[in-house]
């Protein structure tokens, strides 16, 4: 007697393997290759959504300074990385303004408002009225928004304005820092003037000298970024010249007759 064997359970088990083999070859692909590029759509809207962030914090600065306005508020969603106040006790930054030989303005400090990204190690700061951008461990930075810097030309007397801006904490606080969903809150105390006398005839030389930190890192070097802007043809066209020294950059602009330096200093209750 032929015995036959029943096949029809083998079957049915090398179905659901193969099955379940191309279930977990699929979710092994997406795992490999799909998961990291949304991990990168994610950072990249993380770093497009603070960028936007910093410009409204520079609205509101712009608020407080040049439109008197004595109280400013903004609620906003920090992700991907930490926003900080870096206040002007522990940064290497300077700005000196020199006009007709002497210093109109020595060693400004301006304090920042700094995001750093925790997985793309991008920089975004909020220092002195600009918003300006790099990459930690790379060279170069860009200016997302410039500063109300300009030269007023009225009948042939060309006058410098620049407008310094000062991020401080109460009590001077070195870091305040935040990561989520919280509240800036700044609030304006003063204002100064400086207003050298003007130079009849052709003008005078006005100096701007950048002072780049030294902590031997340049993760937060913006020379590269103030570069750009002062010497932009369609901006101060500033001239730079060497310093002498390789940790600052000065630049130079003839024929001006008077220059008009504002300072105001903000406060920064939170973050």
């Known amino acids: 007697m032929q015995m036959r064997l029943n096949d029809g ?23 490999l290759y799909g998961y990291p590029v949304l991990m990168q759509q994610e950072s990249s809207a993380n770093i497009k959504n603070m960028e936007q962030t910093m410009i ?49 303005v020595t060693g400004f400090i301006p304090g920042e408002l700094r995001y750093l990204s925790t997985k793309d190690n991008v920089v975004i700061t909020l220092e002195n009225g600009a918003v300006i951008e790099r990459q930690v461990g790379q060279t170069g930075s860009f200016m997302l ?3 109300r810097w300009y030269v007023d030309n009225n009948a042939g007397s060309r006058t410098l304005m620049i407008n310094l801006v000062e991020l401080g904490s ?3 606080q070195p870091f305040l820092s935040q990561t989520g969903v919280g509240t800036v809150r ?17 003008g005078a030389t006005a100096i701007f000298r950048y002072h780049r ?39 130079h602009l003839d024929n001006i007759n008077n220059v008009v330096v504002k300072k105001y200093d903000l ?3 939170e973050i």
């Open 9 to 31: 359970g083998v079957s049915e088990a090398v179905g659901y393997i193969i099955i379940f083999g191309l279930v977990m070859t699929g979710i092994g692909l997406i795992t």
């Open 145 to 147: 928004a410039q500063p």
């Open 170 to 172: 109460q009590m001077d």
């Open 213 to 251: 930190n030294t902590d031997g890192t340049n993760d937060y070097d913006y020379s590269q970024a103030w570069r750009n802007f002062l010497t932009d043809t369609n901006g101060l066209a500033m001239t730079e010249v060497i310093s002498g020294d390789p940790d600052i950059s000065e630049f």
């Open 56 to 104: 409204v914090l520079q609205n509101d600065v712009k608020s407080l300074t040049y439109k008197l306005v004595p109280y400013k508020e903004t609620s906003l969603r920090v992700s991907g990385g930490t926003l900080k106040l870096v206040n002007r006790s522990v940064m290497d930054q300077t700005f000196t303004i020199a006009y007709n030989g002497p210093d109109v």
């Open 186 to 202: 700044m609030r304006h105390y003063q204002t100064l003037y400086w207003n050298p006398p003007g130079v009849a005839g052709p």
């Open 267 to 269: 406060i920064v209750e």
